[in-house]
């Protein structure tokens, strides 16, 4: 059983950083795509990042130049790099393992507010 934990989440002022961390368990964790998504509210999940096993990346173009996803296969662990982050950008973020089917995290909140 996949169980993934994310932490890094918090309030930030418009313009700031944060970066977000997901843990899994199992020994698998390398061959497998990992995302991350949010949902905001009275809005549906939306994907703002993916990385493969070999480390190529995809973003949401509303991230675009701004997040940064990367992946540690030695500690199970993938990571979200989020910079000037914008109002929009509050949400619920949530991890993701994509095999036969998708694992997802509790999620963790970030918020962006003056």
């Known amino acids: 059983q996949v169980q993934l934990v994310e932490s890094g989440g918090g309030l930030v002022q418009p313009g700031g950083s944060l970066r977000l961390s997901c843990a899994a368990s199992?020994?698998?964790?390398?061959?497998?795509?990992m995302g991350w998504y949010r949902q905001a509210p009275g809005k549906q999940r939306e994907l703002v990042a993916h990385?493969?096993?070999?480390?190529?990346?995809a973003y949401a173009d509303s991230v675009k130049g701004r997040f940064t996803i990367s992946r540690d296969n030695a500690k199970n662990t993938v990571y979200l790099q989020m910079n000037t982050l914008k109002p929009e950008d509050t949400a619920v973020y949530y991890c993701?393992?994509?095999?036969?089917?998708?694992?997802w995290g509790q999620g963790t909140q970030v918020t962006v507010s003056s």
């Open positions: 199992g020994s698998i964790f390398s061959i497998y795509v």
């Open positions: 993701a393992l994509v095999a036969a089917t998708t694992y």
């Open positions: 990385i493969t096993s070999g480390g190529s990346t």
